[in-house]
């Protein structure tokens, strides 16, 4: 299983970005797909989560209502839609799956695959 991140870069606060996150090999129908971001000097921390399946989404409490995660079955996608970007989104992020039990979605200890990460920095 391979996950490759892109569509990060340098915005100005106010501004939108979307991430995509590429799966190659084999995926599975229970499979939960997530965005985590690593900001300087921080922990990992979980930014939104959908079920390849059903397509329940899952978003932290920073990103809630300004960020939307959504998937493409078909193509192997998921992607992160990134609105009224602030400094603080200023991160590394990192796209995950696995299998992953009820409520576990938020836990970095919860993924077994990982991408390499894709850099987004918002300037003020």
């Known amino acids: 299983v391979e996950l490759v991140e892109s569509g990060g870069g340098l915005v100005q606060a106010g501004d939108s970005l979307r991430l995509s996150c590429a799966a190659s090999g084999p995926t599975f129908s229970a499979w939960t797909m997530a965005w985590f971001r690593q900001g300087p000097g921080k922990e990992r921390e979980f930014v939104a989560a959908?079920?390849?399946?059903?397509?329940?989404?899952y978003y932290g409490d920073p990103v809630k209502d300004r960020f939307t995660i959504s998937r493409d079955s078909a193509k192997n996608m998921v992607y992160l839609q990134m609105n009224s970007l602030k400094p603080e989104d200023t991160a590394v992020y990192y796209c995950?799956?696995?299998?992953?039990?009820?409520?576990?979605?938020?836990?970095?200890?919860?993924?077994?695959?990982w991408g390499r990460g894709t850099q987004v920095t918002v300037s003020s």
């Open positions: 995950a799956a696995d299998t992953v039990p009820p409520g576990g979605f938020r836990y970095v200890r919860q993924y077994d695959y």
């Open positions: 959908i079920t390849w399946s059903g397509g329940v989404t």
